[in-house]
């Protein structure tokens, strides 16, 4: 059985025609501190960036990598130095800028990394033990949740600087 020409023509274009390429994921519509707060378990953490006067800076270009502690971490830091801190707006502003790196730095390159220098001028040790990330003694709970400006990456601990 002979195919009319038409029919071979359209097949060999439809060989050598490239394939379309899938649509390119949508970026994050939220910023760092509107993606936290969506989010729901970083109500202390929030609370405390407005407090310090952060969230203009975090809620910019960046981009930014966030070691954001959950509210259940905020729990296990005694509630005396909470209040401290929420006290004096220099110690708050370093403590939190103790959690956050300039750049955006996702897990696959966090687990290449041995510290990391924060935006408080101070360095944080990273680790990789039994399939777990480390960042200090904080544990990284949930990596890359997304954000237009940076990246998230949710801990288990309050960091401390040293």
Known sequence: MRRPAAILALTA????????????????AKDIV????????????TRLVKKAGLAGTLSGPGPFTVFAPTDAAFRKVPKKTLRALSRNKTKLRAVLLHHV?????????????????????????????GGNVFVDKAKVVTPDVE?????????????IPR
């Open 13 to 28: 274009v439809a060989a050598v025609a490239p394939v379309a390429a899938a649509p390119a994921q949508a970026a994050p």
């Open 101 to 129: 790196a300039d750049g955006r730095i996702g897990s696959a390159d966090v687990v290449k990394l041995r510290s990391a220098r924060m935006l408080d001028g101070t360095k944080v040790r990273i680790r990789v033990r």
């Open 147 to 159: 954000a237009s400006n940076g990246v998230i990456h949710v801990v288990n601990r309050v960091l």
């Open 34 to 45: 509107q993606t936290a707060t969506a989010a729901g378990k970083f109500k202390t953490l």
